[in-house]
């Protein structure tokens, strides 16, 4: 069985339509990446992360996101960026495990008849990151069996509602029903699983790679990226297209 560990960095909104652009100070890329390792290495990962955090004085209980300040987690910028780059280190040795979606977000609210929200952004992108996610485990399936694969994602359900939750898994049943043109979704379960990221260190690790892919595009900053390069589903040496999707 495959676990897809999703997360994301930027945001899908921020476009104004009335004036057609977006907004000041959104961001002009949103990141969706995963994360995908076989079942059998979930204690390995927690491992890793459990042990970085020690290293670093940090609540084992709690996630370290990829956002969150030094100063608040009581580092100083060189500790904190060295954790950040021992983290993604760690990813980098699953070869083959990460996809990254980014999505031009003025290009498709502008041209996309079909993305009109930020959900439909999402929707897009998450459609996306599944076809890489399928061509990738179909490689490694043998004769006519099919391998199982779990998509597990941040809830992004507030203390009042989940409906974000509820649009999002619309999107996944919907996506999994289509497939697309090249690949049929057949592996993937029944649901999309969400999970407070406090409690799964592979959801940590999907916002760190949503985190150094997006830092790519947006401050055309590469040194996250490539530490993280090794672990990006490449096809002949290449990661643009099956690794990496860059959507407009």
Known sequence: MYIVFLDESGQPGGF???????????????????FMIDADKILEIEK???DIKIKYGLDKQHEIKWHTTYSKLGLNFEQYKNMKLEIISVISRYKNSVIGIVMDKESCYKNKDYIK?????YAVALHLLMERSCM????KKQKEDLIPTIMIADSRQSINSNKLDK???????????MGTHFVKFPNFCESIIFVDSDDFSGVQMAD????????????????????????????KNNIYGPGIKFYK
């Open 136 to 139: 990738e485990t179909t490689k």
């Open 208 to 235: 760190f790679c949503a985190g150094a892919i997006h830092k790519k595009y947006e401050r055309e900053d590469n040194e996250f990226f490539n530490v993280l390069l090794p672990a990006i589903v490449s096809k």
């Open 167 to 177: 649009e999002l898994q619309i999107s996944y049943l919907r996506a999994k029903n």
């Open 48 to 50: 890793h992360m459990r």
């Open 16 to 34: 104004d339509k009335e004036n057609n652009k977006l907004v000041e100070n959104a961001s002009k890329y949103f990141t969706l990446a995963g």
């Open 117 to 121: 929200s930020p959900n439909d952004l």
